[in-house]
């Protein structure tokens, strides 16, 4: 049997705030930690309060502390957000403040490094600087990682459907051909999920897969769901499950009450697009 062990510890940052003129020595600190945020979730960091000498500084009784997040290259800001002062005069918690990263502030931002500081809002309303180290280094290097959740593939957008004459129903049908459905990524209870875009459309899809590794032109194929609609205009979302080698989506205009050819889409309206993903 294998053991797998896994650490929960809290994501501190030391933070230089030197408020004591009467320092007398300094204890250099080589470097300081590079900060690892994870993409997409949310970090909660703790941020601890130090001095030059490395001892922990009082910060329940002090201004608002502001945490900033930039592009390195183009100085752009990217995050600013309040710290939450944990400071509440005890020596557990003396120069501790919390800063928390939501899963909305970095779900949109590129898996890079970026730069950060921390600032002290003074009582004139200006700002002054902390330090990332002891060599009056302002900003610290934060790197961004996608570690946690997975990538999703992009969709596979269907656009122009081949149409094919069915001698059984006397009508024209339109098929997407093959789509490979990746099926060793899939377990039993695999998900896929289909968003059929339709303007005014009257008629019948066809939802159909096929265990078979080469399943050919038209052939090999079962149906898993058959949808019915009547002027159905905007998107329909569908989801269904199983392992499949691939699937296909066929649909079949409506005929008007007077006959004639089926792919006259004055009556039946259109199916523009369909995205998958499996």
């Known amino acids: 049997m294998q053991n797998l062990p896994i650490y929960l510890y809290p994501n501190t940052l030391d933070v230089i705030l030197d408020m004591d003129a009467s320092t007398k020595g300094i204890n250099q600190v080589m470097y300081q930690r590079d900060l690892k945020v994870q993409k997409g979730i949310k970090n909660l960091i703790q941020v601890q309060f130090k001095n030059s000498d490395q001892k922990r500084v009082p910060i329940f009784n002090t201004q608002t502390f502001v945490f900033s997040m930039f592009d390195a290259i183009n100085q752009r800001l990217i995050i600013e957000k309040p710290l939450d002062v944990l400071d509440v005069g005890t020596i557990t918690t003396r120069g501790l403040a919390l800063l928390t990263l939501t899963e909305s502030d970095t779900l949109d931002l590129d898996r890079t490094s970026y730069q950060y500081s921390v600032k002290l809002l003074d009582t004139d309303g200006s700002y002054t600087p902390t330090y990332s180290n002891t060599y009056y280094n302002v ?4 790197h961004l990682q996608n570690d946690v959740m997975p990538v999703l593939k992009d969709s596979t957008s269907v656009v122009n459907f081949e ?3 069915n001698d059984a129903t006397r009508l024209y049908e339109f098929s997407t051909g093959n789509i490979y459905a990746s099926p060793e990524f899939n377990g039993n209870g695999a ?20 265990l078979d ?3 050919g032109a038209n052939n090999n194929y079962s149906i898993i769901n058959t949808l019915g609609y009547n002027s159905f205009t905007g998107i329909d979302y569908v989801n269904f499950n199983g392992v499949y080698s691939y699937v296909r989506f066929r649909y079949v205009p409506a005929q008007a009450p007077t006959g004639g050819d089926n792919r006259d889409t004055t009556y039946a309206g259109t199916v523009d697009k369909i995205l998958y993903r499996s």
């Open 139 to 142: 900003s610290g290097t934060l």
């Open 163 to 165: 149409s094919v004459w």
């Open 191 to 210: 998900l896929h999920t289909l968003a059929i875009y339709m303007s005014r459309f009257k008629g019948t899809v066809y939802i159909e897969g096929t």
């Open 213 to 215: 590794n080469d399943p």
